[in-house]
């Protein structure tokens, strides 16, 4: 036999053994990835149903933090009024001191 035909022989033996490494590795990535989602009570199934419960839970902020918005608006204003009548007493006050 020729070097190219035994060169040939070679080559296709070493695609078959990548081959056969690359799906053993596959086999065991699988096999190591199955507990994490495959069954109703697997780790992924187990957060989805947590997040479901979060979701679920928290499903009225937003409505909750309109409200509290507007709420705290109408705080803020009534705050600033008051800011206004103490900054306007201070200067009563100051006035007042001055003209002792």
Known sequence: MSAAIWLMLISVAAVAAL??????????ILRELRPIGTTPVSFLAKIRMGLRAIETE?????????????????????????????????????RQEESR
């Open 58 to 94: 928290t499903g009225h902020i937003p409505v909750q933090v309109t409200a509290l918005n507007i709420g705290l608006g109408k705080i803020r204003d009534g705050l600033v009024a008051v800011e206004g009548h103490v900054d306007r007493l201070g200067a009563a006050v100051a």
């Open 19 to 28: 081959f056969i490494a690359l799906a053993m590795f596959i086999t065991l």
